[in-house]
């Protein structure tokens, strides 16, 4: 198994307060809630974490099995811990093995997980 390291900026849906999300889904507007906080993101963070998302589920289709895709919030603790370590200082960045890729370009990333499965 090569272990896919991502490092970028997550958008998320803010939970309540356990006893109110508890009365939220229990009405059945959770999802509504949800929706509505990731709606009020800008329309181009959005786009960008749904490219990212297909190019990671692509990824993932293409070497079934056999990579460990971990997501790293830039802005968490581990996201900060990842960027002060590597040297990391534009999102997203792909570390595969002991190499670390920026950028969109999936044919480049995918060459990378290649040589370091055929590695492996």
């Known amino acids: 198994m090569l272990q896919v390291e991502v490092v970028t900026h997550v ?3 803010m939970s309540h307060c ?3 999300q508890v009365f939220i889904d229990g009405s ?7 929706q ?3 709606e009020s993101y800008p ?19 293409r070497y079934p099995g056999r990579l ?11 996201g ?11 999102y997203p960045t792909f570390i595969v093995g002991d190499e670390k890729y920026y950028g969109w370009d999936e044919a480049a990333l995918d ?10």
């Open 18 to 20: 356990q006893h109110c």
């Open 43 to 61: 329309p181009e963070w959005r786009a960008e974490w749904t490219q990212l998302s297909d190019l990671i589920f692509r990824l993932t289709e």
């Open 80 to 90: 900060l811990w990842q960027a002060i370590r590597r040297g990391i200082r534009k």
């Open 111 to 120: 060459s990378l997980v290649r040589r370091k499965l055929t590695a492996v």
């Open 11 to 13: 958008l998320g849906s």
């Open 36 to 38: 509505s906080d990731m």
């Open 68 to 78: 460990v895709v971990r997501i790293h919030d830039a802005q968490s603790v581990g």
């Open 28 to 34: 059945g507007v959770g999802g509504q809630v949800h």
